[in-house]
């Protein structure tokens, strides 16, 4: 089955401290890996994408998300957490042949001062 | 870049009326949206892929009569649910996928609305 996983329901940082959200994915087909991020009642903001190549992908915000097949994880990472990344994150699965997205649970990412 | 365009951003109503909510792709033709339904504090759902000039699409356990899509133009697309009662409270999410991006590339080019919040009385 087609699946993605966030096993992080909620994470709690310092603000400048590093982060790491975990994704983990279970698709039949080769993988198109996405991860999104959402402010409170707003829609979504695409953070990255992977369809090939490097492995690790940079996206806005300074976060990147590394590609590991062997892992199937996508998980992403930013090297110091502003107050303004507090949000809800997902990561998401597709593949080239369609534009459906599949969608992990989503981690809430709650940043203190 | 893409924009779309979703309204209203939050309706209430009473159960038993309908809603529309409309998605509109500002600054590009959309051949192709899709409507999500949230629930708090989960994920995004696929309801229905909704083409251009023709039925949409339902995913499975997805009440086609209860939630009508029409996608009339390129730029438009509206998601109405009939007869609303309080368990159709959610949150609705539309994306929209440019005419001009293959569907090879499909992915690439989705532009998320911000969403329309339904509550049901």
């Known amino acids: 089955a087609q699946s993605v996983t966030q096993p992080d329901i909620h994470i709690t940082v310092s603000e400048g401290a590093s982060l790491e959200l975990r994704c983990n994915y279970s698709?039949?087909?080769?993988?198109?890996l996405f991860w999104y991020v959402q402010s409170p009642g707003q829609g979504l903001q695409l953070l990255l994408k992977?369809?090939?190549?490097?492995?690790l992908v940079q996206g806005i915000k300074g976060f990147e998300a590394e590609f590991k097949r062997s892992q199937s994880s996508f998980n992403l990472r930013k090297p110091s957490v502003h107050w303004s990344d507090a949000a809800e994150y997902f990561c998401?699965?597709?593949?080239?042949?369609?534009?459906?997205?599949?969608f992990g649970t989503g981690t809430r990412l709650q940043v203190f001062p | 870049g893409a924009v779309v365009s979703q309204h209203p951003s939050w309706v209430i109503c009473k159960s038993g009326t309908s809603v529309k909510i409309e998605c509109r792709s500002l600054?590009?033709?959309?051949?192709?949206m899709f409507w999500y339904r949230q629930f708090p504090k989960q994920s995004l759902m696929l309801m229905a892929t909704?083409?251009?000039?023709?039925?949409?699409?339902?995913e499975q356990g997805v009440e086609k009569d209860k939630f009508l899509i029409n996608h009339a133009s390129l730029t438009l697309s509206t998601l109405t649910v009939t007869s609303a009662h309080p368990e159709d409270s959610s949150f609705y999410i539309c994306?929209?996928?440019?005419?001009?991006?293959?569907?090879?590339?499909?992915?690439?080019?989705?532009?998320f609305g911000a969403g329309s919040r339904l509550t049901v009385l």
């Open positions: 994306s929209a996928r440019d005419r001009g991006g293959s569907k090879f590339s499909g992915a690439n080019v989705l532009t």
């Open positions: 698709y039949g087909a080769t993988p198109y």
């Open positions: 992977y369809f090939s190549g490097d492995t």
């Open positions: 998401a699965v597709g593949s080239y042949n369609t534009d459906k997205l599949i």
């Open positions: 600054d590009f033709q959309a051949t192709t």
């Open positions: 909704s083409n251009e000039g023709s039925k949409a699409t339902y």
